[in-house]
């Protein structure tokens, strides 16, 4: 097996020959994201809590005054999960719980399998108490249908290549409409799962409370230190998931933007953010927002890094802000020849939250066939690599020089009225926590 670490060696040197250096940090970002992505992160766990104070202690060393600022969230644990087909004498298949979801009591629960799709209607039966089978996650009204129906919910994996999705749906998903213990079966089985008539599923998870910490260090502006430009990651995995490419890339990223910028003297001040909670529903940066909601009058600009460090791959961006935001962005990436992607619209990570207080952003990511694993036990520093945070890095930094350096914003600071609809579609319908 040759490893990442043995790679980077082995072939330095044609890395020193074909590709020049863009990014002085781009080192340093991959050795954070590794250091970071040895463990999982959960909200409100230790793997999360050893993380938080390597990424202080990076921070201060660089010069910053760090600040952790606490909130509460509810977090879930899964005590235990099987799946036995029992129509025909399959046996049984191998799944992960869905955290919120529920619970089906020590003996779990019986019934008729169904073939349900994405949880389209036509293919509901109309009668009760049955289990179904579905080829992705249901929206929330679909969910809020399925709980008054199902006893359960067997999910397929989008591919043949993603092992077992480690995820969760929102909390105020089974506090508002009910019970639907539902798991992740892998894509292989859910093709076989299509001919079992009958299946029994057990689901047994907890939910508690924690006290979960954001990180925020800042860089005062020299000219306009009112005026904020804020550079945020999350460093939170999913539960059982060392999440190097989701997301110790983009903490570490912003780790490494922090650092290329400690001794600049920028107009505009820069504040960096890592958030927690993200995977649960954006909490950390829901809790931010509300706690900061008047300063937030002031802030120019959020770069959120979320999906980085995937080998070989591209710079994407997604836009959530105005038609002149877009061009500013467009314009830096061709000024520099980083061939970018740009689109416009809500993203679902934490500059969503931002958003819906009125402030744009701009998400920075790496698109990458590493993403394809993303919420998997695969997703691991294997797939890390220095050479992936080079474009993504040199354009991150130019754009906070450019804008941060401006006499003038070179942008509108508003979102337009398109992607301000699907903001609001965002929150009411995919993650659907406000209604
Ligand atoms: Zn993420």
């Not at 590794?34 to 201060?60: C, D, H, M, N, Y």
């Not at 579905?134 to 709980?147: E, F, H, I, N, Q």
């Not at 002031?298 to 061009?327: E, F, I, P, Q, Y």
Request: with cysteine.
């Amino acid at each position: 097996m040759c490893t990442n670490k043995a790679y980077v060696q082995a072939f330095s040197h044609v890395r020193g020959l074909h590709m020049q250096k863009l990014f002085q940090e781009a080192q340093h970002a991959y050795d954070v994201a590794v250091q970071l992505a040895s463990e999982p992160r959960f909200t409100g766990s230790e793997g999360e809590a050893k993380a938080r104070e390597f990424i202080v202690r990076e921070l201060k060393n660089l010069g910053y005054d760090v600040k952790l600022e606490p909130f509460k969230v509810k977090v879930y644990q899964v005590k235990h999960v099987s799946l036995e087909v029992l129509e025909p004498r399959i046996g049984s298949v191998e799944c992960t719980g869905v955290g919120f979801s529920g619970e089906t009591g020590e003996d779990g629960v019986e019934g008729d399998l169904f073939y349900i799709e994405g949880g389209d209607p036509i293919l509901e039966p109309s009668s009760r108490n049955w289990i179904g089978l579905a080829s992705t996650r249901p929206d929330k009204d679909a969910w809020r249908r399925l709980v008054k129906k199902a006893l359960g919910l067997l999910i397929a994996e989008s591919s043949p290549h993603r092992e077992l999705s480690r995820v969760e749906v929102p909390v105020e998903w089974r506090e508002r409409f009910g019970n639907l213990p539902a798991v992740y079966v892998r894509y292989n089985d859910a093709v076989k799962l299509l001919d079992a008539k009958r299946v029994r599923l057990t689901l047994l998870q907890d939910y508690r409370e924690v006290e979960a910490f954001n990180i925020v260090a800042e860089k005062k502006g020299v000219k306009y230190p009112d005026e904020i430009i804020y550079v945020t990651a999350h460093l939170d995995s999913v539960y059982g998931v060392k999440g190097a490419v989701d997301n110790a890339g983009g903490s570490a990223l912003t780790v490494a933007i922090a650092k290329a910028l400690a001794s600049s003297n920028l107009k505009r001040s820069i504040r960096f953010v890592l958030f927690s909670g993200e995977e649960l529903g954006l909490r950390g940066s829901l809790a931010y927002v509300e706690a900061h909601k008047d300063e937030l009058k002031n802030a120019v600009l959020v770069l959120n890094l979320d999906v980085h460090g995937g080998a070989v791959g591209s710079t994407r961006v997604v836009v959530t802000g105005s038609k002149s935001l877009r061009h500013s962005v467009e314009f830096i990436s061709k000024k520099l020849g980083v061939k970018t992607e740009v689109s416009e619209d809500v993203m679902s990570s934490d500059s969503a939250s931002f958003a819906r207080l009125g402030v744009p952003s701009v998400n920075i990511f790496r698109s990458s066939g590493a993403n394809v694993v993303m919420h998997t036990e695969q997703d691991s520093p294997e797939l890390l690599h220095p050479m992936s945070f080079e474009l993504p890095g040199l354009l991150t930094l130019k754009l906070i020089d450019e804008i941060a350096d401006a006499e003038e914003v070179p942008f509108e600071r508003e979102i337009s009225d398109d992607v301000k609809k699907k903001v609001e579609e965002y929150f009411k319908k995919r993650l659907g926590i406000f209604e």
